[in-house]
């Protein structure tokens, strides 16, 4: 196994549980080609953990382990699927809920790989090719531990991979999943992330909580979780708004998977800043007004443009709440920490000229866990506020 010395002011970060060795922050990795093994050497060429090796991507090694008695390979990835589990089963409600994440990449210590369960199938997705030596390792220990129906490939992120079954059976075109009993028909293979945004699930809940006699819009709506969640809670109409036609007509489909009449809410196939804008010039207010946009700031470098869309979509969905009236607003953009994405909400309120007074503050569920130490894993803002 090829090694490699962690500088000094590292070996605290790998030990705390940071999960990232960066390729500009380590010398370079002799002898190892990506998907290899890479044992991590400390003051002294004392070992200090064992690491997968990327060497084409900025984050070079990813640590798969700090401890004496584990080393990499297919035991391990057992050991971390088993362990993934009983978390699971120990913090989830299974019995009114078959989608959830199984396992969160550097969450779960398996750096790289994300694996959704959806009524039985498997999801899995990768965030490097690293991975794609161990692939049917990683599908055994899930095989092992799961007896999937089937698995299915998803491919990497930013990669050509194709989407591809692993084992067992293939998808059908729609899975049809319960969310706290709540049906959901699931497009795995050519739907958002690997099928539906798992990591709202505990915030459609609360939105169900507190939708009873209320008129809901839901911008970015999606196939419409938030829609239908806001339906079933007692929502008097709700108005689903996304850019995508295809994504507008899945949300109707949810709704009449669910019994609820698609004829008596509203569907808007339009960009949210232009149906707001329509909002506003017929003096249309609601009483819960859900934003629940894509990332603003995939990358660093758009987070100045992220932060003046944010602050402008959220004011403009502000001002369509009726006083007393409920605002739940998100982001999902690692590059806008919780404490940004409140004093942008602040801008925000102060542009609309109301005030909001904070009901909920959270981050993400008990599926997606995330490393103390590692910050850049904590990307789930969810605020519901009230709009004075």
């Known amino acids: 196994m090829a090694t490699v010395v962690v500088p000094d002011r590292l070996t605290s970060h790998v030990a705390a549980g940071h999960p990232w060795l960066y ?107 690293a991975w794609l030596p161990h692939l049917e390792h990683l599908a055994d220990a899930l095989e092992h531990h799961l007896a999937p129906r089937g698995i299915f490939f998803k491919g990497i992120s930013g990669e050509p991979e194709p989407a591809r079954p692993l084992r067992g059976h293939e998808p059908p075109e729609h899975i049809l999943v319960h969310e706290h009993g709540m049906r959901l028909q699931v497009d795995v293979r050519r739907g958002q992330k690997t099928g539906l945004f798992l990591d709202q699930r505990e915030n459609r809940a609360l939105v169900r909580q507190v939708s009873r006699g209320r008129r809901v819009l839901n911008l970015f709506s999606y196939t419409g979780g938030f829609s239908l969640a806001a339906a079933l809670g007692g929502a008097t109409q709700v108005t689903s708004v996304d850019l995508a036609k295809a994504a507008v007509e899945g949300a109707r489909l949810n709704f009449s998977a669910n019994e609820l009449d698609p004829a008596a809410h509203g569907f808007v196939a339009a960009d949210a800043f232009d149906h707001l804008a329509a909002c506003a010039a017929a003096r249309d207010q609601y009483d819960l007004v859900i934003v629940d946009p894509p990332s603003f700031a995939p990358r660093k470098q758009a987070l100045r443009a992220a932060e003046a869309a944010y602050t402008r979509l959220n004011a403009a969905a502000i001002r369509q709440v009726v006083p007393g009236g409920l605002v739940a607003c998100a982001s999902c953009s690692s590059h806008v920490p919780m404490d940004l994405f409140l004093q942008l909400l602040r801008e925000s309120a102060r542009a609309a000229r109301r005030s909001l007074r904070i009901l909920e503050i959270r981050q993400e569920p008990a599926d997606h866990p995330t490393p103390l130490h590692f910050p850049e894993g904590r990307y789930l803002k969810f605020v519901l506020a009230v709009a004075e």
Not at 84 to 97: E, P
């Open 23 to 129: 390729a500009d922050a380590v010398p370079a990795v002799q002898g190892a080609g990506t998907g290899d093994f890479v044992t991590l050497l400390g003051q002294g060429r004392r070992p200090i953990g064992h690491a997968l090796y990327d060497a084409d991507s900025p984050i070079a090694l990813r640590v798969l382990t700090t401890r004496k008695d584990e080393h990499p390979g297919p035991f391990l990835w057992r050991l971390r699927v088993d362990q993934a589990l009983r978390l699971r089963r120990g913090t989830l409600d299974l019995r009114t809920t078959d989608a959830f994440r199984v396992l969160h990449g550097e969450g779960d210590r398996l750096p790289g790989v994300v694996v959704d369960h959806y009524a039985g199938f498997l999801v899995l997705k990768l965030d490097t090719p």
